[in-house]
């Protein structure tokens, strides 16, 4: 992973960083952050992995820190370092059956597997507190409905594509139903409001 | 008992705004605030207050509040009639209000959006530091309805004297936004930028705080397939496959997944933009420098 970083000019305030996967995308931005930390960083106002790229908004010079970022040497993600968030779920979506079905396995099979993995929250999209969550290995992938629901309950765990997420309120959405949980994701009242934040690991534990 | 306002006349959509709450993007909230943060600002210029207290944002026909105790207001933005207790009074200016006054902004006669400000602010709770409402994802308070009663903060500095002050003027008949290229305007097939610049778009009347929609030609693409959802900033020009461009407004959603032609330049054009009704032309022209 020595790909060099690719910044596109984004107006006269920010900066797309584009690198070759979401892998990369989530080393660069663990290295902006410890850059950040470290003071060595010009000033920002916004910082937002996405899944092949992070997005550098409110720069009072972006050129420069363009040039700078293409002599960057970004290292890996490093090891993981505590325990991951632990959610619990009950393993009864309105798509459980077709999940299995993709998977191969039996319906009852696809708790087990699911919690059995680890995920890491790549980056936070569609609404505040929704993390795009990877960890599934590729034969795992699962396509969105071809029908997107107009309301999909509040702690809804679900997959789509590379990802799963959790939805932090009730909402209309595409992806496949494996579960809910009761945890609150996202409450403002609350410091932090969002449980899930780009770069936190996450495992899901069977509720019965 | 500290001031407050009752509202009246809620009118189309009124929101509570202030500067938004950036910072927060990469938990998917959007940034929010005033769409046309000069309006904004002049407005609490006007009655005394700081820039970040919030005003009321208005769209279309104004609304009409009563204050429970003697308080400054002033009406920027959207030019509009403003009436203290049925009597006319100023646009643009602080206006001192009785207690009990009806204070009623009426509807735009240019422009979309008119402000009103309140010496000392209005002062609902923040969330997440800010007390804009957020259209896209809910945060912040509901927008205005009748019977509502929102608090007002404690005024806190002198109004500005009218002369300090720069009034907008009527929007233009036609919106001309300057846009810098990229980041993906290698998408787009070599004549879509003169497209863009070419002056067939139309504001849509689907325009909303989320982004100005357009009618017009469909911009051509020249790479297929999907793109990989990727933050977005105010003033993205994103084209869904629809080819008609959409201008990134305060509530846009902080990643997307349609490529972005180009960034509008500006707080001045994004303001222009946040005042443009259906049916505006709009042009997108290369940015200077």
């Known amino acids: 992973m020595t790909a060099v970083p690719r910044p596109r000019r984004v107006g006269r305030h920010a900066l797309l960083v584009e690198v070759d996967g979401t892998a990369e995308a989530q080393a660069l931005h663990a290295e902006l952050l410890r850059r950040r930390e470290a003071g060595t960083l010009p000033p920002v106002t916004e910082i937002v992995p996405a899944a092949r790229t992070v997005l550098l908004d409110g720069l009072a010079d972006p050129r420069s820190l363009a040039a700078e970022i293409t002599t960057w040497t970004v290292p890996p993600l ?31 099979e696809v708790a087990r597997v699911h919690s059995a993995l680890e995920f890491r929250v790549a980056f936070c999209g569609f609404a505040p507190g929704f993390g795009y969550l ?75 | 008992m500290s001031a407050r306002l009752t509202v009246v006349r809620a009118g189309a959509l009124t929101t509570v705004q202030d500067l938004g709450r950036p910072g927060h993007a990469h938990l998917g909230v959007p940034r929010s605030g005033a769409l046309d943060r000069p309006a904004h600002l002049l407005a609490n210029r006007l009655v005394g207050n700081p820039d970040g207290l919030a005003t009321l944002e208005t769209t279309v026909n104004g609304c009409a509040v009563c204050v429970s105790s003697a308080v400054t207001a002033a009406v920027t933005g959207a030019p509009c009639p403003v009436r203290a207790d049925g009597r006319p009074v100023a646009w643009g200016a602080p206006v001192r209000l009785p207690a009990g006054a009806v204070l009623d902004v009426g509807a735009a006669t240019a422009g979309l959006r008119s ?29 205005l309805a009748d019977g509502v009663v929102l608090p007002l903060g404690s005024p806190c500095g002198p109004p500005a004297t009218a002369d300090a002050v720069r009034r907008p003027g009527p929007p233009r008949g036609e919106l001309v936004l300057p846009l810098v290229p990229g980041p993906r305007d290698d998408w787009f097939a070599p004549g879509a930028l003169a497209a863009l610049a070419g002056g067939r778009f139309r504001v849509s009347a689907a325009s909303n705080r989320i982004g100005l929609r357009t009618e017009g030609p469909a911009l051509e693409r020249v790479v297929a397939g999907e793109l990989p959802s990727e933050g977005m900033v105010l003033g993205a020009v994103q084209v869904p496959p629809d080819g008609r461009p959409v201008v990134f407004l305060a509530d846009h959603p902080t990643t997307g997944g349609y490529p972005v032609i180009g960034v509008v330049d500006g707080a001045a054009a994004l303001a222009e933009a946040g005042q443009a009704g259906p049916g505006v032309r709009v042009r997108f022209v290369p940015a200077r420098g």
């Open chain 1, 78 to 108: 490093p090891p993981a370092e505590g325990d991951p968030l632990v959610i619990g779920v009950r393993y009864d979506g309105a798509d459980l059956a077709e999940v299995a079905g993709l998977w191969g396995v039996a319906e009852e």
């Open chain 2, 115 to 143: 402000y009103v400000a309140f010496a000392g602010g209005v002062d609902v709770p923040p969330v997440l530091g800010s007390r804009s409402r957020d259209l896209l994802s809910g945060l912040g308070p509901e927008p």
């Open chain 1, 134 to 208: 990877t960890g599934l290995p590729p034969e795992l992938r699962v396509p969105r409905r071809a029908t997107p629901r107009t309301a999909v309950p509040a702690g809804s765990v679900a997959l789509a594509g590379a990802y799963t997420g959790v939805y932090p309120r009730s909402s209309p959405g595409g992806w496949l139903l494996v579960g809910r949980t009761d945890v609150t994701m996202w409450d403002t009242g609350r410091d932090p409001a969002a449980l899930l934040v780009p770069g936190r690991r996450v495992r899901f534990e069977v509720l019965a």
